[in-house]
């Protein structure tokens, strides 16, 4: 589809929102070089320029362009709109935004919005001690880390799940649209439901170059990339400018006509039916826009040069600090910006009251509802006697998981993620709560799919983690259930979420959100049938790498221990929780009421499966971690006990692996006084584990 | 584009390749069911039954047609052919194919193609002690681990480049297509020079369900699934039937449309010019095709039922033990098999002189050719003392790559990888040899473009090791460059290499491989500007897991030991090499001799960095593995040296990573002699690491 043609912004529009973005222009370019001087009161002089300059303008100018015009539409058609920077190298324009609508001084009180807050803002950025030079939690208004590149729209998708009336604006990198993660979440739409969620609009950001390369979205012919687009679902409007004018006048009608049609495919779905068919931005602008034209003799503007620092000598080399001071007063910063520095009436008019750096679905813990439990003590199975009698740990779970999709049901903020392996996994009981989603076509023989499913499935574990994600860091609940050797495939991603959570976990502004609920099933003591390929229990090695104050593994070994673990990790927040169980028929040790003691101490001695008589002083000590190692050290004990019937046995168990570091290192740490009156100081401890050495 | 109408087989075509699906189908179904009794030469008894039935049936009708049809166009078009199966999962089909064309008896004589074989054939399959149920390294043919999905086509492409005489042909199941990596590969196309490359024919394998859940592509509207694979590149050919006799004909005309259009697009490019919009097959087909239609009145082909194993409950169930003898019989082996259970003639004359279960490029060490290597002293930096000069090492050694490069220019067998890093992680001499494979358009401001550059750099990790692994896996050689802390992105395709060597180093027909090299640069402890996204040293826990035989780990301190590590890297086979080095100006320590001998034994008392004349019995013994470990070390020594000069300090520096392991645990490991030898028995040890504890 292309936009009319003719005018959508009068004059006054054009020169509110043309002021608007040089503002956030300037105050980039102010970020990356200033570190005083900050409103050009005098000639540039070397000493104003940051000793080291570290940054990415090229991205810059083109996200600023994008905030400017959401800006605009949301003080237009008020919406309830919050954004997703995928080119979050571009941190620039990310503080600026934050800054220019006041959120940033809401948050840090000493950034005022005034010169002195504006030298503070320049100082700061990518500094020694002060903030990273990409999108973080730092930043007010995001959820979303600007590191590694691919999971923006899965993000988008998340926060949008079961938010009817937001609409999430994701700017998509064409950097990033060249990596796995991100090309398949194009498909995402096939998962959101236009009558309880919310929408996104993607807008695909060409501007040709990532780091020292074209790209591949830039450059194949336009009617190829119209036919991608429209393959995956979306009906793109296109902006293809690089004067500014005809920019904003083309950019304020995509954008128009896209909210128009949001709120027609809800409107049509809300009242009837109708396969939605959502809209998107391609928006084509020259790299590094606005910024110098060329260096040296060099092409700089429109080029893959203008990716970091456009004029990188600027210290040394006078022309160089020229041509800055030259690029910085082409903004007019006395037209945007009074004596004290604070925006002028024309630049803070494009701020709206439903402020994007301030929307709550971006702080997700404001609207953090904390999740309704069932007890679970409810679905414990009854343990007579300790191995006696087996059940399935997971499917056990699965009859708990319905209930919290009961319980939250009128809430809508709870959601089971899985790469098509809800039922493999045997947690197949959700189904009798509710669906899969899927808006697609359905045939007879299809079982439970839903329009409102609240179940993913899509073979994707990039996608399950990161609508998870999402879903998480707007204020929700969910569980991520997978094969244990393929979670392999979301490492770096599980890694940047533990980073995101240390660092907003220090912001006294970002309130705790719901704990990332991995359960890893179909793990690999039980893949007799498959090739060697399931088999890798590093996943755990991965994650206790991490920062300890966010990371947690549990290793229940039987069905009760798995419930009460499971309870309290849906209860935790600002956590990673790996849970590791089983999916089919095993032993059960204990009973509820010694599970619930067993994981509130997370190890202990089962004196039952050792020689009773002689637990102050034993031979030797079994221990065990894992389900299928808690078998195969309760049947070593057994034949101990009858071949070596003298041998005092001690066996301990670990639920929670985290005791199992020293205190100092970790909050859930054994004292060592604690771990010498488990394992004894002198005598030979046996430890069967479920992973690696 | 629609295949035209009519007829393309004769009637004995017809016959002769529908005797050879029912052959690969029969010996499918067998291999899931049958412990005995292979050729139905007496009614079905439950003891001929396998007591676990474990494996996957709904995909393999669908690989055997895919296989049966590739073995027509081979014999009609005498086509140099190997196949890729995404869905290994299909492990039966890809056995059944081996043993027909006679390649699996050749490479494992006990299993003989007759009736004994067969016997064999069907007992071994996921069974203990026999093969997985995946397609693996012990199939003749594949290049492709049937376990973890997403990375088939990619490695179809990897296989490709530079074998301008190969067709790829890669089946993408409608499961795997919904992973990120697949969603990318598509895009492969775009770095494929139609002059020096093969070609890869995709065949999209639409049978509609993943496990429990339908597939995204296979549900949405015929238009927009058409627009997608033209929005990629692509000129689809659709073949949807589920009638036997009208499906071949459908799919022999488009297999050879397609083999005619790679051949136009190949001539006329190697005669002129254009740009190709490769052919591909869509391939839509009922899950399960051919199998049970119903089982106890729930319907099974055609739905995901037929996942796995359509029949459960044959030893106990009677009637099921029937409907499975139907079944077999439905095939009518006994015109398919002799009574002695050889194939008859019918079914052999589709056995090709040119056999993909033979090819050499699937067994890629069969085509191997030792990379030629310049002097690697060549490019020493001059050390006149240890920290008086500085050298950036990955630019030093981009100068040792171009010379690889242009040494091997001839052979075209040696690629240079990375996510668009190559030139940030200062490998850009290679540039002085060759371009950037790049098929689209080209602006006057690119640099470096090429159509058939031999430097690969799309933004996708995914992409860089399928494309590498694909490469070395048909007998290549390459390096990937990567951050560190962006390698996590590939940690499970990593994790699946490694298993892959293990597997195939113990199969003796399986020829060695070049090893996996990959350089880890822009490393955790030079990420000032960037943020906290930037850093995790991680990536060697990840791969120290792995099974010791396979893995090399190296943090070289300097330039010459650098080029030293690479040079034994390049020479290496069936290893994974993670090298760690910086790319930023460092301290040299060595000289190029003293570097060689250092990078021999790996680790080394380095006598000049602590108290010489006390290197006997040090009172203290300072380590460090890696760059800047190393640099910080020998400051706190030179600092010791001053402020304590009677402390007897001993400086220990680590190359090899393995050298630290016990000589039990790993081929590199120390001898306890040797360890203490170094690190003392009784004296503290300080060690600076590069990574995590």
């Known amino acids: 589809m292309t936009v009319q043609q003719g005018q959508r912004l009068n004059q006054d529009e054009l020169t509110r929102i043309d002021a608007y973005w040089r503002a956030l222009n300037y105050l980039s370019a102010g970020q990356i070089y200033l570190l005083d001087n900050p409103l050009l009161a005098e000639p540039l002089r070397p000493e104003h320029i940051k000793p080291r300059l570290l940054g990415h303008w090229g991205t810059t100018p083109g996200l600023n362009f994008v905030l400017a015009h959401l800006n605009r539409a949301i003080l237009a058609h008020d919406l309830d709109m919050m954004y997703v920077l995928g080119p979050g190298h571009g941190g620039p ?118 780091i020292a390369n074209p790209t591949v979205l830039a450059r194949i012919p336009e009617e190829e990339l119209d036919a991608l687009f429209h393959g995956y679902g979306y009906a793109p409007r296109y902006v293809t400018e690089s004067d500014p004018a005809r920019a904003h006048q083309a950019m304020a009608r995509a954008v128009d006509s896209c909210v128009a049609e949001i709120r027609r495919i809800q409107t049509e779905a809300r009242t009837g039916n109708g396969r939605p068919r959502w809209p998107m931005i391609v928006l084509r602008t020259p790299k590094g826009w606005t910024g110098p034209a060329e260096v040296d003799g060099k092409p700089v503007e429109g080029t893959w040069r203008s990716h970091q620092v456009p004029l990188a000598n600027v210290r040394e080399n006078p022309a160089h600090l020229r041509q800055l001071e030259e690029w910085l007063r082409s903004y007019r910063p006395e037209e945007l910006f009074d004596a004290d520095g604070r925006p002028q009436p024309a630049v803070r008019a494009l701020v709206p009251a439903r402020r994007m750096s301030a929307n709550p679905h971006a702080n997700g813990g404001l609207l953090r509802r904390p999740l309704r439990l069932p007890d679970y003590r409810r679905y414990a199975v009854p343990v007579a006697k300790p191995g006696a009698s087996r059940a399935a740990p997971t499917q056990v779970l699965g009859a708990m998981l319905r209930d919290v999709v009961r319980l939250n049901a009128r809430y809508r903020n709870f959601r089971v993620f899985g790469p098509d392996e809800t039922e493999s996994n045997r947690l197949g009981a959700v189904y009798e709560a509710t669906g899969k989603a899927w808006q697609e076509a359905t045939l007879p023989t299809d079982e439970h799919l839903a329009r409102d499913g609240r179940v993913m499935e899509i073979l994707s574990e990039h996608l399950c983690e990161g609508w998870l994600e999402g879903y998480l860091l707007t204020g929700r609940h969910g569980v991520f259930s997978c094969y244990e050797a393929f979670i392999h495939i979301v490492d770096s991603m599980v890694n940047q979420h533990s980073k995101w959570l240390k660092v907003s976990r220090r912001l006294a502004w970002r309130r705790p959100i719901s704990s990332l609920n991995l359960l890893l099933t179909s793990h690999v003591w039980r893949q007799d049938h498959n090739g060697f390929s399931h088999q890798d229990p590093g996943f755990i090695d991965h994650v206790v790498n991490k920062w300890p104050e966010v990371v947690r593994v549990y290793l229940p070994p039987d069905t009760n221990t798995l419930l009460s673990v499971a309870d309290h990790c849906l209860r935790s927040t600002d956590l990673i929780n790996v849970i ?35 637990q102050t002083e034993p031979d030797v000590v079994l221990a065990c971690a894992g389900d299928v190692p808690t078998l195969e050290v309760l049947a070593a004990a057994d034949i101990l006990r009858q071949h070596l019937p003298d041998l005092r046995l001690r066996v301990v168990n670990v639920v929670d692996l985290m005791r199992l570091r020293p205190a100092g290192e970790h909050p859930h740490g054994l004292a060592d006084r604690e771990f010498d009156a488990l394992f004894t100081t002198d005598k030979p401890v046996v430890f069967a584990y479920h992973g690696y050495p």
């Open 93 to 210: 324009a990310a503080f600026a935004h934050a800054w220019l609508e006041g959120s940033y001084t809401e948050a840090y009180p000493g950034v005022t919005r005034d010169a002195d807050g504006m030298r503070q803002l320049f100082r700061q950025f990518s500094f020694p001690g002060g903030v990273p030079s990409h999108v973080s939690p730092d930043v007010p208004g995001s959820i979303h880390e600007g590191g590694e590149l691919g999971y923006s729209l899965a993000h988008a998708f998340g926060a949008a799940f079961d938010n009817p009336d937001l609409i999430v604006a994701c700017v998509v990198g064409d950097g990033e649209a060249e990596t796995g993660p991100l090309a398949a979440s194009w498909h995402a739409n096939k998962f959101l439901d236009p009558v309880h969620d919310g929408a996104v609009l993607p807008i695909l950001h060409l501007n040709g170059y990532k």
């Open 580 to 614: 590791v169980a089983g999916k089919n028929p095993s032993f059960d040790w204990l009973d509820v009421e010694q599970a619930e003691l067993h994981c509130a101490r997370g190890i202990g001695i089962w004196p039952w499966a050792g020689t009773p008589e002689d």
